[in-house]
C-alpha cells in the first residue's frame, strides 16, 4: 500500500521547509521530498542577505521583498532571532571622496528608497567609522545605510522549520528524491515514487530550486515541459574564512566601493563570508570549478577596506563553495499553480532567503482556503505559457 500525504512537498531548501511547517500548521498530512542534506543547495550555500534594499528595477517587487523583511520579523518576534538564526545590523554602501559618480549614485538609489517608504539613510566619514570601526573610509566618503536589512544562518532556519513541521507530524524525508509521478484519469496529481516507495497525495509543489523545471517535464510527461518554467543555472563563488578568524572585522552586510562588486558580511562563527559579482560572472560554467587563484584573491581585496584582517595567515585556511542559484527566465518569482496539471504548484524564486517565509505563507493559505493573495498574482506560472 502507498503512504498517504494530503501534500508532497519536493525540495529540502527554505521555500519547502517553510511551506512543510505552514502547511502542516494547516493540518495537513505533509511529506517533505529532499535528494540530499536539508539546504544542502542554493538555500544553505547563498550570501543569505535579507533585503530589499537591492530590488530597485519595479516597485512591485520592491514592495514584496520588503514585506518579506517584516515577515521575518514577525518570526523573530515570535520564536527569537537566535532560534530562527536571523542577525541585524543593516547593511552599508559607501563611496570614497573623490568618486562623485559612486556618490551621486548612491543618493539616487538613497532618494528612490525613500520614496517607496524603504528606511534609509546618508552617512558621513564619520558617522560610517561608528558603525564599522575596523572599516577604512577615505576621505570625505559617503555612505547608505540601510538599517532593516538583515542576514540569516539559512542552514539554522531551515532546521527550525523542519523540527516545527515534524512537531505537527510532518514527515521529512532527507536523501530521498522524487522519481517519477502519475496522475489520474482526469488529471489530477496521483501519486509520487521515490526509493522509500510510492506516495498517494491530491497535492504536489515542486520546490526543487534549479530542477524545478526537470521535475515539471515529469510531471506533465512532456519531454519538452521544461521549458515551459524557465529556471537558469547562475552560479556564484563564496569565500568563508575560518570560525574566530575575523572577530569584530565587519558588523553588517558591507558593499565596499569597489568596480567588482565586492561584498562581505560576517558569519555566526566570527569569520567573514566574501562574494564579488565579477567573480561570479566569470563562472560562465555553473558545473566548472573557479579558478584555484580567486578564493585568496577576494580575501585580499577585502583587505584593503579591512586591514586589520590577517590575510596571510588566512590565505590557506579559507573554504570556497560555489552556489548555483535558480533565477527564473524573467528574474521574477514563480509561485503557483501548474497550468494543466490540477493539484500541482511551483514554488522557485531567486529571492528565495528574502522571500522564502511569506512566500510559503501565503501559498499555504491559498493551497488550503483557495483564496489568492493579490500581491502574488504578477508572479503566477501561467504568464510563462
Not at 496529481?189 to 530550486?209: D, H, K, N, W
Request: charged letters at 20%.
Amino acid at each position: 500500500m502507498p503512504d498517504l500525504a494530503d501534500v508532497v512537498i519536493v525540495g529540502g531548501g527554505l521555500l519547502g521547509a517553510a511551506l512543510a511547517a505552514e502547511l502542516s500548521r494547516r493540518t495537513l498530512r505533509v511529506i517533505l521530498l529532499e535528494a540530499h542534506a536539508l539546504a544542502g543547495a542554493a538555500s544553505g550555500n547563498g550570501f543569505a542577505w535579507v533585503n530589499a534594499t537591492a530590488k530597485l528595477d519595479r516597485e512591485p517587487y520592491h514592495h514584496l521583498n520588503a514585506l518579506g523583511l517584516a515577515h521575518y520579523d514577525m518570526l523573530a518576534a515570535e520564536w527569537g532571532v537566535e532560534r530562527i538564526g536571523l542577525h541585524g545590523g543593516g547593511a552599508l554602501f559607501w563611496a570614497e571622496g573623490e568618486e562623485e559618480a559612486g556618490r551621486a549614485q548612491l543618493r539616487q538609489r538613497a532618494a528612490r528608497l525613500q520614496a517607496w517608504d524603504y528606511p534609509v539613510a546618508l552617512l558621513s566619514q564619520a558617522e560610517m567609522q561608528t558603525l564599522e570601526p575596523q572599516a577604512l573610509f577615505g576621505e570625505g566618503a559617503e555612505g547608505l545605510f540601510a538599517p532593516a536589512d538583515r542576514w540569516v544562518d539559512t542552514p539554522r532556519l531551515v532546521r527550525f522549520c523542519a523540527e516545527r513541521a515534524r512537531e505537527r507530524g510532518a514527515e521529512i524525508r532527507e536523501y530521498c528524491p522524487a522519481l517519477g509521478f502519475t496522475r489520474s484519469v482526469v488529471g489530477t496529481i496521483s501519486t509520487v515514487e521515490t526509493p522509500q516507495g510510492r506516495i498517494s497525495t491530491r497535492l504536489l509543489v515542486l520546490a526543487a530550486g534549479v530542477q524545478t523545471p526537470s521535475l515539471v517535464a515529469q510531471v506533465t510527461g512532456d519531454p519538452a515541459g521544461s521549458s515551459r518554467i524557465p529556471v537558469q543555472r547562475v552560479p556564484g563563488l563564496l569565500v568563508e574564512t575560518p570560525p574566530g578568524s575575523a572577530p569584530g572585522q565587519a558588523q553588517r552586510v558591507l558593499y565596499p566601493p569597489e568596480k567588482g562588486g565586492l561584498h562581505l558580511r560576517p558569519t555566526p562563527g566570527g569569520g567573514l563570508l566574501l562574494g564579488a559579482d565579477d567573480t561570479d560572472a566569470a563562472l560562465n560554467d555553473p558545473d566548472a570549478s573557479y579558478p584555484p587563484e580567486a578564493p585568496a584573491g577576494l580575501l585580499a581585496r577585502a583587505a584593503r577596506f579591512l586591514p586589520g584582517l590577517p590575510v596571510e595567515p588566512l590565505q590557506d585556511a579559507l573554504a570556497a563553495r560555489v552556489c548555483v542559484r535558480p533565477v527564473p527566465g524573467d528574474g521574477l518569482p514563480i509561485v503557483g499553480p501548474l497550468p494543466g496539471v490540477d493539484g500541482v504548484f511551483i514554488a522557485v524564486t531567486h529571492s528565495g532567503v528574502t522571500l522564502g517565509p511569506l512566500l510559503a505563507h501565503y501559498l499555504a493559505e491559498e493551497m488550503v482556503s483557495g483564496r489568492i493573495w493579490p500581491l502574488l498574482t504578477p508572479y503566477r506560472p501561467a504568464r510563462f505559457l
